[in-house]
Structure formats: structure tokens, C-alpha cells
């Protein structure tokens, strides 16, 4: 039943308070004119008042206080006029007042701004008064917004807060598997030792800790090679620096027994140009032999074990 261009001076209160009664109590956005008529206050049981957008004027009439299951009041955008009535401040039930964009003036009263949403704002009225009050609750739908973006704000902090703690706790797994790596890289892997060939009490390397030492036998420590292979320059986990000695083609016909006694000759030499063995390594493909690392002798020296042992020179 439209009621576009009423005015509540001359209509029928019948027909306005039939649309109050039977739930339709929204009457926003109708052109209504004039003032809003005190016999409103006898709908006692009236929970939703909407007049938002009309063209209301004059003052909120005192006897809308009469209204005590009044739970939602809504005169936003009229040309009313004049104070809050006290009486509002007394409805029980009350939640939600808006009132904005008016001709409104005076103090607002105080509990109102108790309520868990209102909206003063677009009128003449003071919202300070003893206690300072935003004129506007942050669950209006201003409210909504802002509270909406404060929302999205604190997720992305909250987001970007759990992928620092991720990552930190992946470095810190990372960083501790790595100090679980180093405490057991002097534990050979079953199989890996050919313990067929011994040497007494010349001291036995494991694969992984020359490694290790090496850089995985990088190209940036190599101090010499020859025909039996490269040396490289290493640091053990003692700060010990050596150069590791890595033979190839020890697999062909007599390379294992050649490797054998020089192992043995150098053991046993001495020789001004010729280093001390420190120990030795030996895995099902790999020879490896380990001397002291000298910073000032050439490493042809070191090269030249076999001629040494051979020649006497």
C-alpha cells in the first residue's frame, strides 16, 4: 500500500497505523511530509520505526518514549528540528538510534550513547556534553566500515606475523639439521669402508669428513694434479689444514697394490722435501691420502713421493 506524498497532518491514521500494525513498519523513502504525530506513542507494540528519507520536519515528538519494545528508531534524513526528547533515553529495549542528517540541536542525552549503534551525525547537536562521544558508534555502518578495515588490516599483519614465524622456524629446523649433519659426518655409511686394506696405526679418514674438509672436493682447492689424480687443500673439523691426495684409476691392474705400498714407503720416509703421511682413506671406489698441508712448499714436492722412494732423490 503506497504512501508516497503523505502528510501526517491530513491523512488517514487509520491506514498509517494498519501499515504500522502489520509488520510494515518501514515507511522510508515515501516523500512523507509534515511532523510525526505524537499518537505514534501508541503502538506499544512497535519494535522497527523507519522514516529514514522523507521530508519530516518539526520535533521528535516525547511520547515516542512510550514506545518500551522499541528496539529500532530510524529518522535519518528529514528536516527535523528542535532537541532529543529525554524520554528515548528511557526506552528498555533500544539498540539502535539513527538519527543523522537532520536539523537536530542540543545536548544529546547521555545513555544513548550507550547504545550499540547510533548516529548523530549532520546536525547541530553536542555530543560532548561532561563526557566526550564520537556522535557515531563504530557498529554504524560508517562504523561497519571502519571496523571493517581495521579488520583487514590486523589479518594482514597476523598473516604476514605467522609467515615470519614459518620462516624463522623452517631456518632454525634447517640450522639444526645442519648441526645434526656436522656431529655425524665422522660416522661412515655401512659399507662404505673397504677395511680390506689396513695400515697399522696410520689413522683411517672417513669419506664424509674428507669431504667435508674439501668442499666436496671443489675445483677452488685444488693445489696440484698429475696422472695419479688432484690434491686438494682442506681444513678438518679441528682447524687442521691438509692437502687430500684423490687417486684415479686405482682399480686397474695393480693400481690397488701400487697404492698400497706407496702408502707403506711414505709411511716409513723421511726426506726433507718429501711430507709425512697423516693417514688415509679407502671406500669401495676411492683412494685417498692425506698429508699435512705446507703453505710454502711447492706441492710438486708432494708429487713426488714414488720418484723419491724409487731414485733416492
Known sequence: MALKGVDFKYS???????????????????????????????????????????????????????????????????????AIPE??????????ILLDSNNLSGQVPNRLFQLPKYNFTGNQLNCGGQNLHLCESYSSDSGDSHTSKIGITVGVVAGLAILFLFGGLLFFVYKGRLRGYKREIFVDVPGEVDRRIAFGQLKRFAWRELQLATDNFSERNILGQGGFGKVYKGVLADNTKVAVKRLTDFENHGGDAAFQREVEMISVAVHRNLLRLIGFCTTTTERLLVYPFMQNLSVAYRLRG???????F
Open 12 to 82: 488517514n491514521w487509520i491506514l498509517i497505523y494498519t501499515r504500522l500494525h502489520l509488520s510494515c513498519r518501514t515507511l522510508k523513502g515515501n516523500g512523507i511530509t509534515g511532523g510525526i504525530p505524537k499518537e505514534l506513542g501508541n503502538l506499544s507494540n512497535l519494535t522497527i520505526l523507519d522514516l529514514e528519507n522523507n521530508r519530516l520536519s518539526g520535533e521528535i515528538p516525547s511520547s515516542l518514549g512510550e514506545l518500551k519494545k522499541l528496539q529500532f528508531l530510524t529518522l535519518s534524513q528529514n528536516n527535523l528540528s528542535g
Open 87 to 96: 524520554s528515548l533515553a528511557g526506552l528498555p529495549n533500544l539498540t539502535n
Open 306 to 312: 714414488i720418484s723419491y722412494l724409487c731414485t733416492g
